[in-house]
């Protein structure tokens, strides 16, 4: 494992229960940092803070609620007063059907959750990196923002929408100290495959050069020297992860 420094910082993991969120804590523990997860779920946080051990605190938050994002901010805050870093990779995937038949009330849900959800959580911390002029933003995208899955829809419409969002964001804060960017990883083996039909797990695999799925250690990986200060020239960039898939 490269080392990576995140000695002294302290960063909000959005999901960071599971799947990814979790492998990053993991990282930036290894890391030297401290992390507080932010979940909706709190027997997983518990559970994760239980098997992280020292130099993590927890928030239950829905991301989809602004007042719930609000309050997680001050939560956290109250804690340790400075946020360095803050990954959202709080996210659904929604069904696997064709637009025409896509449920509203699932399209609706995908959105609030993957796009507003990263909106709000941005929007409430910024003002906390920019009183300090430092931070790190990292957003989880993913391939499909780039390329548009069929039979998600939803799902490509709002990851796409992270990107474009990153970009903004980024530029917006690139006469500060904050740096904003985002990844866009393949499919990567998590417990959200657990929402996705078997074909349409195969079809993801077959666009992969590699001819594997990513590991959520990878992901964290870049994630975290994202968060790094030596990430001090890359804001509003799309860093991609999918094994030789996409390369733009």
């Not at 930036?28 to 518990?46: I, K």
């Not at 998600?152 to 100290?177: H, N, P």
Request: with cysteine.
């Amino acid at each position: 494992m490269n080392q990576l420094d995140m000695a002294g910082r302290h960063a909000v993991i959005t999901g960071g229960a599971v799947g990814l969120g979790h492998a990053i804590a993991q990282r930036m523990l290894a890391s030297g940092g401290s992390v507080t997860l932010w979940d909706r779920d709190e027997a997983a946080l518990q559970r994760a803070k239980s098997g992280l051990g020292k130099g993590v605190n927890t928030v239950v938050v829905n991301v989809a609620d602004h007042t719930s994002v609000v309050s997680a901010v001050a939560q956290t805050v109250a804690i340790n007063p400075a946020i360095d870093a803050l990954v959202n990779s709080a996210g659904i995937t929604g069904p696997n059907v064709k637009v025409w038949d896509y449920p509203p009330q699932d399209w609706l849900e995908v959105m609030q959750i993957n796009l507003n959800g990263l909106f709000y959580c941005c929007r409430e911390v910024v003002p906390h990196m920019r009183a300090r002029n430092y931070g790190r933003i990292v957003n989880i995208a993913s391939v499909a923002g780039k390329d548009g899955n069929p039979n998600a829809s939803a799902y490509s419409a709002s990851k796409a929408a992270v990107m474009a969002l990153t970009k903004s964001l980024g530029k917006e804060l690139a006469d500060t100290g904050v740096r904003v960017n985002c990844v866009t990883p393949a499919a990567v083996k998590t417990a959200m495959f657990d929402q996705m039909s078997a074909e349409h797990i195969a079809f993801m695999l077959s666009k992969i050069p590699m001819g594997r799925f990513g590991t959520p250690e990878e992901v964290a990986a870049m994630v975290t020297w994202l968060c790094t200060q030596d990430c001090s020239f890359s804001t509003g960039a799309v860093f991609d992860l999918s094994g030789g898939r996409s390369t733009y």
